[in-house]
């Protein structure tokens, strides 16, 4: 069958059908659906005609019997294989473009939904303000910095939604300033919706990578309360050890200038060289303690710990403090039982740890007082006591005394001249081995410092105690 | 003449010391507190003729005591040398509000205190004994 007769089939059938449905239908309503149906069958059939038209013009040929050269039925029927080829090569380019489009369409959807959650999840808060000034973009992130909402702040001029002067200044300097005068620039200020906050906000030019287009201003929001706060605490730092420092220094120059005061008498010459002492001891002491607290708190302060032999540690540190509890008329005494677990330590931490406790017991005592360091054994730990007969701590002070700088405010007349650094860093380094400080003291009747340690597991034969 | 009293205000008990020992020795009556508490009650039973005060103290500090003994004795503005190491202007600007205050560099020099006090009531005598 040729391609015409084809053509000429549908179209008989069309008629044909065309016939049927005037002879059924009545007569104005009939002609609406005769022309209902032929319709799409005409454009069925022109359609089909068009993409049959190369198939159409090889049947004519072979029904005129052509006598061209190559044009025998082989050669059609080669050139009709390689017309269908072609025809089902475009159509799948076709379908591949199409289906290339939609996956291209989604990619772009998705790197689009992606790019958002990652700006929103950015810790900082971002204001993007067009070219005009005006806000067209904030993430959510402003909420818990500035106490606005995204929505109540985007298309609304800054003094609509910005309570706080220093950032609806700069917002509105860049809305008012040409492309040209806009300066990145950076303020800080505590918004004034969430006070217990410190911002920085910075704000610059938002351009392409050759820095032809500009695309607005962009300002970066950034929680700096940390900062801040760390910097406030330096300056306190600072300010209290040129204090700590200065106020020996002051009683040295006094002592001094009294020493060379010729009217001054033997019993005064004495009592001051003994202050002066006294004084540069305490400015040492201060010295050492700062430099361990700052190795400390960098984390450079790593101990090695090894197994101990308590009782030589102890005996140690008795003998280190001796000559003070000696110019104090206090009585030192040392127990410990002849058998005690061995500790795991660092050795030289730990009579840092233990010189404090014993120097603090010592200061803090009474002429004709004691000071004992006991040490016993129990079950799972290994306790070692300081116990004074000294001035004692009220509560309150008892619940604040191993805070960094913290000094417990004396009543009587003498002046024991503490820096607060030394219970701080005698707990720190307690807790370093993974012990307990724990304190118990009654006002005017001394004080009790013990460290608690977890007992060693039992030596392998052959093992070394330091 | 009738004898000159200080009040000595510091918690370092060594300053009070010495600073006691080297006025007395000057001829002056000496009283002292350890803070600012203290110093009111010590003025409120002798008002002093001169007050040397320390700023940084525990319980109420230089600063709260000057500014007290100025509004409890409003029409008795007595010398008030503050000793202090605080050297910033911004520390120091709020003795402008308030009347006859010094301030004392620490480390403090007790001959210069005297030399200081002695100036001071040189002055008061010459401009009470002038018509």
Redesign the interface.
């Given at each position: 069958m040729t391609i015409n007769r084809i053509g000429l089939t549908l179209a008989v059938s069309s008629l044909a059908e065309l016939g049927l449905v005037l002879a059924v239908a009545p007569s104005a309503p009939r002609i609406m659906a005769a022309l209902a149906v032929l319709l799409p069958a005409a454009l069925a059939w022109l359609l089909v005609a068009r993409a049959m038209a190369p198939l159409a013009a090889l049947g004519a040929q072979t029904a005129a019997g052509d006598q061209r050269p190559g044009s025998d039925p082989r050669a059609l029927a080669a050139l009709l294989g390689r017309n269908l080829h072609q025809s089902s090569e475009r159509i799948r380019e076709l379908e591949q473009a199409e289906l290339a489009s939609l996956a291209e369409g989604r990619l772009l959807e998705y790197d689009n939904r992606k790019l958002q959650a990652v700006l929103q999840c950015l810790p900082d808060g971002l204001l993007l303000l067009d070219p005009a000034g005006e806000l067209s973009f904030a993430t959510g992130k402003i909420e818990p910095l500035l106490g606005v909402t995204a929505d109540a702040a985007l298309a609304q001029p800054p003094e609509h939604w910005c309570g706080d002067p220093e950032l609806c200044a700069m917002l509105t300097r860049f809305r008012s300033a040409g492309p040209e005068t806009r300066r990145a620039r950076t303020i800080e200020f505590n918004p004034r919706q969430v006070p217990d906050k410190r911002l920085w906000a910075s704000a610059q030019p938002l351009q392409d990578g050759g820095g032809e287009l500009a695309f607005g201003s962009l300002v970066v929001l950034r929680d700096a309360t940390r900062e801040h706060l760390a910097r406030q605490a330096a300056n306190d730092f600072v300010a209290h050890v040129s204090h700590e420092l200065k106020s020996p220094l002051n009683v040295i120059g006094m002592y001094g200038e009294m020493l060379a005061d010729a009217a001054a008498d033997e019993a005064t010459r004495v009592e001051a060289v003994n202050v002066i002492q006294d004084e540069v001891e305490r400015m040492n002491s201060l010295v050492n303690n700062l430099l361990n607290v700052n190795k400390l708190e960098m984390g450079s302060m790593r101990p090695e710990r090894h197994r101990v032999k308590l009782d030589e540690l102890l005996r140690d540190s008795v003998r280190q403090a001796q000559s003070r509890a000696d110019s104090k008329e206090v009585r030192l005494e040392l127990q410990v039982p002849r058998e005690m677990a061995a500790v795991s330590v660092d050795k030289d931490l730990f009579r840092i740890a233990l010189n404090n406790l014993l120097g603090n017991a010592i200061k803090y005592n009474q002429r004709g007082g004691s000071v004992t360091l006991a040490a016993e054994e129990t079950e799972a730990a290994v306790v070692i006591a300081v116990r004074d007969t000294g001035i004692g701590m009220a509560p309150e002070d008892q619940a604040r005394v191993l805070e960094k700088f913290f000094r417990v405010r004396e009543s009587g007349p003498e002046q024991r001249g503490g820096h607060g650094m030394g219970l701080y860093l005698a707990n720190q380094i307690v807790e370093l081995h993974h012990g307990r400080l724990a304190i118990e003291s009654e006002l005017g009747r001394g004080s009790v410092f013990s460290i608690h340690l977890e007992k060693m597991p039992a030596l392998a034969e052959g093992g070394n105690v330091l | 003449m009738t004898q000159r009293s200080i009040l000595v205000v510091d918690?370092?008990?060594?300053?009070v010391r010495?600073?006691r020992?080297?006025l007395e020795?000057e001829g002056y009556l000496v009283a002292s507190a350890a803070d600012g508490g203290a110093a009111l009650a010590a003025m409120a039973a002798r008002r002093p003729d001169v007050m040397v005060s320390d700023i940084?103290m525990?319980?109420m500090d230089g600063r709260a005591l000057c500014r007290a003994a100025r509004e409890r004795y409003p029409g008795e503005p007595f010398l008030i040398l503050v000793m202090t190491?605080m050297t910033a202007a911004d520390e120091r600007g709020w003795v402008r509000e308030l009347a006859n205050i010094e301030f004392l560099e620490?480390?403090?020099?007790?001959?210069r205190l005297c030399a200081r006090l002695a100036q001071h009531f040189a002055q008061e005598e010459s401009c009470t004994a002038s018509p």
């Open positions: - | 918690d370092e008990a060594h300053v010495v600073l020992l080297m020795r940084q525990a319980g190491s620490k480390p403090l020099s007790p001959r």
